[in-house]
């Protein structure tokens, strides 16, 4: 499971040319499943967003999660980070999970932040979707579930 994490003064996605989640201040999270992630990546990568401290305190460190900073999380299917670009000139898919066991695990991400109680707002899965952002700082982190961590 891969995820972009990008620090936001606000974003919105479109669908259609209709508005179908948006956020002002917080983390617009842009998630791809791969075929052997399960529910302990997707728990893993919800738990760390929800307690990211990435917003800054009142001496400008980055010392403040999502609740301190009254923060949201908008959060986007995005199957192409799942794809790879080492080979030739065109987009590779092969590890991308099936659609099917994946909008199962992006509804559990959602549901995982939610319960944590970070208010979250989502795209539509499998949609073609428009994601116009702000990004504050810029701030942009990319989580890998496969990257080694400390226990």
Known sequence: MRSVVQRVSRAVVRVDGKTVGQIGRGLLVLVGLEKDDGETQVDWQADKIAGLRIFEDAAGKMNLGLSEAQGAVLAVSQFTLAGSIDKG???????????????????????????????????????????????????????DSRSPRPS
């Open 89 to 143: 000139r065109r987009p590779g898919f092969d590890n991308a999970m099936a659609p099917e066991p994946a909008a199962r695990l992006f509804e559990r991400f959602v549901a995982r932040l939610r319960t944590q109680g970070v208010a979250t707002e989502t795209g539509v899965f499998r949609a073609m979707m428009e994601v116009e952002l702000v990004n504050d700082g810029p701030v942009t982190f990319v989580l």
